[in-house]
């Protein structure tokens, strides 16, 4: 038997494999406990799947038709080098994914930068994210999701949950709040929807969609009236104050109440119940930040937060962020992002730049500068970026806009997918190149508290696969910079620790054998024999000053006008049975049998208005495209909203690709709907 992890969300709950397949939860890792929700239950069913690749493809007379290794790299590298030869270095584009290791997370900002000389590399995690790192970062300058160790919410005797379904999303998460409520703990939960989390709580406020701002800045408002504030702590542990405090002087109760559709009883109790809890904690998650301003409604809550004195205060008491995606948080530290290098160190940075390029052995000046987002890369394919190589990421499905971007990948000179199976963006490309699974490989992830995990090798990859470790090296080889590219995956995370010591995620003191011992290390990590740090902020924010920074944020109304064509709002999330685009889980017998198609929530108002019946087809329209789905009639949503699941293809055709200013994530959780019958254009 092997001890390993899931290979989907950031939970990363501990499996233990054997030979056969066969799959149980860890009852000795400390953060599931033993338990697994439905996803990782059926996560080896994958492994045999019969539509998995084995073979590479190559598009051959409009075809994918199977090709040897060598005919398939040699393709890709000549594509690559006509492309550079004639448009210059950035004509090779980059796209990487939240699942990656963390060896293949350094390795490909590394291949961008050292094996192409490219500027063009962004990933999928652009899209989940990047608006809580980047208000992270600025507010307490490190962006680690949960600043303590997930048990501790346990501890908390108020946690208010901000677009985050932990029952539904992360299920093992659960016993931690319902230990806490066990407790006599008061969770409160922000949603549109009264989702599985939501019925659970205490209480549900079900803001209106994009409003979240309005909602935090209108709950300080009642703090400060009120005297709840943390005088001292703001004194002694920030800067920023008095900005924040005159900024929300007119976010009065009733014009709160207008704006989020909370009633003002309902916003008064929640801050009451906030500033009076010894402990407690706010923890946001997509639902407050994929929005075209997420940076600013993260950094909403976290002034929330800040006034009550809650970060760094005692444990269980903080604001955090919940990730997403399996490595969402190690896949952000080592160099995907277009801006940043392993170690979360700067591309901009001239002392960064240096410490960097000295660990991989080139000179600095050879480093590219920062390059676009991840929506902005996939803009730019078929005019400035000629060749694309996407790994771990299906954006066909999961990107805005979703029909733009097919149409952008088909421009390309040469589109290069690397996966296991023929997932929608696969099925356009020129080149797919067939990757290991999770159970198939060593390797390191970091989950959502910044603990570092070891993946490990439970079974033998089947003929004809091959890591993508090996692919980057061998394409590199080709382009005369293979020497820069070890393949055993150990060796990979040891340069890994170099390239990140002293910077803000550091894993120098992280071994493969510390791992292996037991070792439960979170970073930063700055030697062997330091323990790791499970706390932040106990004595200090890692800013240049000590301190936390309030920045001033306004509501500046729902992205997208409401009009007469398109009445209603759009929201999108997950289900409890599928997972990100779904090419995985849509491929699993037992979860596709659980949850078949695509559906649409709706409040039977809504649905009486609109001409629906429960179980009947919807047509739903915005201004960039339309998708039917099977209506499900709920009581717990709101009636302006409509919520779709955003598993299958299509739903993105709907939403926004409107950016916001500092981390460019798309605006994926509010656009306006127009709502009808399936049949009814
Ligand atoms: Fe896997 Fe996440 Fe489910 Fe745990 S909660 S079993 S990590 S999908």
Redesign the pocket.
């Known amino acids: 038997m092997t001890d390993t992890h899931?290979p989907?969300?950031s939970?990363?709950?501990g499996i233990r494999m054997g030979p056969d397949r066969e799959l149980t939860g860890r009852d000795d890792f400390p953060v599931?406990l033993g338990g697994?929700?439905v996803?990782?239950a059926n996560a080896a069913e994958l492994l045999t799947h019969p539509g998995r690749l084995t073979t590479p493809l190559v598009r051959d007379r409009g075809a994918l038709r199977p090709a040897t290794w060598d005919a398939a790299l040699d393709r890709v590298a000549a594509a690559i080098t006509a492309a550079q030869d004639e448009h210059g270095p950035d004509a090779v584009g980059c796209f990487g994914g939240g699942g990656l290791t963390n060896e293949k997370a350094y390795q490909f900002g590394k291949f961008a930068r050292v094996g192409l000389g490219t500027a063009m590399i962004d990933y999928n995690g652009r899209f989940c994210m990047s608006s809580a790192a980047a208000a992270a970062n600025r507010a307490f300058g490190i962006d680690r999701g949960l600043p303590f160790p997930l048990p501790d919410v346990a501890e908390a005797d108020v946690v208010l949950l901000v677009g985050s379904n932990p029952a539904d999303t992360?299920?093992?998460a659960m016993r931690w709040f319902t230990a806490g409520r066990e407790r006599g703990a008061r969770h409160i939960v922000v949603d549109p929807r009264r989702t599985a989390t939501a019925a659970l709580a205490d209480a549900h406020l079900a803001a209106v969609p994009g409003t979240d701002i309005a909602l935090a800045n209108g709950l300080l408002h009642i703090a400060i009236r009120d005297r709840l504030i943390d005088e001292n702590y703001i004194a002694e542990r920030t800067t920023g104050w008095e900005a924040v405090r005159r900024a929300v002087r007119s976010d009065w109760p009733d014009r709160t109440e207008r704006i989020t559709g909370v009633p003002v009883a309902d916003l008064e109790a929640t801050v009451h119940a906030l500033a009076g809890a010894e402990r407690a904690m706010i923890l946001t998650a997509r639902g407050a930040e994929q929005h075209a301003d997420g940076v600013a409604t993260a950094t909403a809550w976290i002034n929330l937060a800040l006034a009550l004195g809650l970060p760094g205060r005692d444990t269980g008491s903080g604001w955090a962020t919940v990730t997403g995606q399996g490595n969402g948080q190690g896949g952000r530290e080592h160099g995907q992002k277009a801006d940043q290098l392993p170690g979360y160190r700067s591309l901009a940075n001239p002392e960064h730049r240096a410490f960097v390029a000295d660990v991989w052995g080139v000179d600095a000046d050879e480093l590219p500068a920062p390059g676009v987002s991840a929506y902005e890369l996939l803009e730019r394919c078929g005019t400035d970026v000629r060749v694309l190589l996407l790994a771990a990421s299906n954006p066909v499905v999961s990107a805005p806009d979703a029909a733009r971007v097919v149409e952008r990948l088909g421009a390309l000179d040469l589109l290069v997918v690397t996966d296991f199976v023929l997932s929608e963006s696969a099925r356009l490309a020129d080149v797919v190149l067939p990757t290991t699974q999770f159970a198939e490989e060593d390797g390191t992830l970091t989950n959502l508290e910044g603990r570092v995990l070891r993946r490990r090798r439970a079974l033998d990859p089947p003929d004809g696969v091959r890591s993508e470790l090996d692919i980057w090296h061998d394409i590199a080889d080709r382009l005369g910079r293979g020497k820069f590219f070890p393949t055993d995956p150990q060796d990979v995370f040891d340069e890994l620790r170099r390239a990140s010591a002293g910077g803000v995620a550091d894993y120098a003191g992280i071994s493969w054998e510390r791992l292996d011992a037991g070792e439960q290390l979170f970073w930063p990590c700055p030697s062997e024999e330091h323990p790791g740090t499970p706390r932040l902020f106990a004595d200090r924010f890692p800013t240049p000053d000590g301190r936390a920074r309030f920045v001033a944020v306004a509501h500046r109304g729902v992205t997208e006008r409401l009009e007469r064509r398109f009445p209603y709002l759009l929201t999108t999330g997950r289900s409890r049975t599928h997972?990100q685009s779904g090419a995985q889980t849509r491929r699993s017998t037992a979860l596709d049998t659980a949850e078949p198609e695509l559906y649409a929530e709706l409040h039977p108002r809504l649905a009486a208005a609109t001409g629906i019946s429960d179980g009947e087809g919807v047509r739903l329209t915005t201004r960039r495209g339309s998708v039917v789905a099977r209506a499900r009639l709920v009581d717990g949503i709101r009636t302006d909203t409509v919520f779709l699941p955003f598993h299958w293809a299509g739903v993105n055709d709907l939403t926004s690709p409107r950016l916001d200013p500092t981390s460019r994530m798309p605006e994926f959780k509010t656009c306006a709907v127009a709502v009808a019958p399936a049949g009814v254009e």
């Open positions: 899931c989907y969300c939970l990363q709950c599931n697994l929700c996803k990782g992360m299920p093992p997972y």
